[in-house]
């Protein structure tokens, strides 16, 4: 069984650079969604954030959510995220 990922509102930062604002996507169950953008605009920050390693980065999470099928990850640690079914493949 598949769950939809569905990201809301999703704000992002290192220190006082914010990296991403106010980011909402939804990936369906079952389903591909390609994130397109230049050098920077965030796409890395973005699956750090899913997959809960950010802080490795001093990255912090300053708003919105992050829920796979009715969990919610967000700031979940990265093992957890993991054995929930979200993990990057590199
Ligand atoms: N470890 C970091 N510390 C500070 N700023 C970072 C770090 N990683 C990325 N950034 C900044 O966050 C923004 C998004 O970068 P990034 O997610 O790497 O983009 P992409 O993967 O799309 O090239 C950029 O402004 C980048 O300079
Ligand atoms: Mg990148």
Same mark, same amino acid.
């Given at each position: ?5 569905? &990201?809301? #509102? ?6 006082? &650079?914010p *990296?991403?604002?106010?980011? /909402? &996507?939804?990936?369906?169950?079952? #389903?591909?969604?390609? +994130?397109?953008g /230049? ?5 890395? =920050?973005? +699956?750090?954030?899913? =997959? ?9 999470? =300053?708003?919105?959510? %992050?829920?796979? #099928?009715?969990?919610? &990850?967000?700031? @979940?640690?990265?093992? =957890? %995220? +993991?054995? /929930?079914?979200? *993990? @990057? +493949?590199?």
């Amino acid at each position: 069984m598949s769950n939809s990922l569905k &990201i809301d #509102g999703l704000s992002v930062s290192y220190g006082p &650079i914010p *990296a991403l604002r106010n980011i /909402s &996507i939804e990936v369906p169950a079952g #389903g591909f969604v390609s +994130v397109l953008g /230049s050098n920077g605009a965030g796409k890395t =920050t973005l +699956v750090r954030t899913i =997959t809960g390693v950010l802080y490795l980065q001093k990255g912090k999470c =300053t708003s919105g959510s %992050i829920k796979f #099928g009715d969990q919610e &990850i967000t700031k @979940q640690k990265s093992r =957890t %995220i +993991v054995k /929930s079914g979200v *993990a @990057q +493949v590199p």
